[in-house]
């Protein structure tokens, strides 16, 4: 069935510094990729999606392309905040049918001031 | 009014309690859900209403009971729950059930079973 890896462990850095987590999904067809947020207390917030091979999704200086030739969804920011500090999940949407989102394992990132 | 909103935001019960879980969105949609979050652990599909109709139960044990009285209103029934259900129980909400569309999720209520 479709799935969507993350990569392992959570991610420690700096404030200012580069960000990246690794996406990568296997599915049938052509899905939607989303990037989903979630602060300490809270549910998700949808953060970014794409629809379609080469679409850009981008939000709060977070940005994610989707690319279909390393079926890859990596999520990027060029200068974090200490309010970035959250859990974000990767997910899928099927090609069609029902909105069931498979979700990556999310990776806890922390930034320190 | 972008909210779903969970009543009560915290939880603890016995296992031989029957309590409820409520959900409320005022944006129109038509699709609710329940997901269940253990910590550390990425949200699991439980329930899906479509037009206040049940169109997925992702096999989840009959202690759990969904209702989804109105278009606004969704909620979850509890009796005699396990220890082992203790997480936090989301509900979020999309325009209708359809690939692609934008989940709303609310805060989630915390549950405890002791």
């Known amino acids: 069935g479709d799935s969507v890896t993350q990569m392992e462990g959570p991610v420690t850095l700096s404030e200012e510094a580069f960000l990246t987590i690794n996406c990568t999904y296997t599915?049938?067809?052509?899905?939607?990729l989303f990037w989903y947020v979630q602060y300490p207390g809270e549910g998700l917030q949808l953060l970014l999606k794409a629809t379609k091979a080469d679409d850009k999704g981008s939000n709060k200086g977070f940005e994610a392309t989707y690319r279909k030739e390393t079926t890859s969804f990596h999520l990027e920011k060029g200068s974090v905040q200490v309010s970035d500090s959250a859990v974000y999940f990767c997910a899928l949407t099927p090609y069609y049918g029902n909105n069931r989102l498979a979700f990556g394992k999310g990776n806890q990132v922390v930034v320190i001031p | 009014d972008t909210e779903v909103t969970q009543t009560p935001k915290h939880l603890v019960m016995g296992m031989t309690n029957k309590k409820s879980l409520k959900c409320e969105q005022h944006?129109?949609?038509?699709?609710m859900y329940w997901y269940k979050q253990k910590a550390k652990k990425p949200p699991e599909l439980m329930f899906v209403?479509?037009?206040?109709?049940?169109?997925i139960n992702e096999s989840v044990p009959s202690r759990f009971s969904p209702e989804c009285p109105n278009s606004s209103l969704l909620n979850l029934h509890l009796h005699a729950l396990q220890p082992e259900d203790s997480a936090l129980y989301l509900c979020?909400?999309?325009?209708?059930?359809?690939?692609?569309?934008?989940?709303?999720f609310g805060s989630g209520t915390q549950l405890s079973v002791l």
């Open positions: 944006m129109g949609h038509r699709a």
């Open positions: 209403y479509s037009y206040e109709k049940l169109s």
């Open positions: 599915a049938t067809g052509y899905p939607s």
């Open positions: 979020a909400s999309s325009q209708v059930d359809a690939t692609n569309e934008k989940l709303f």
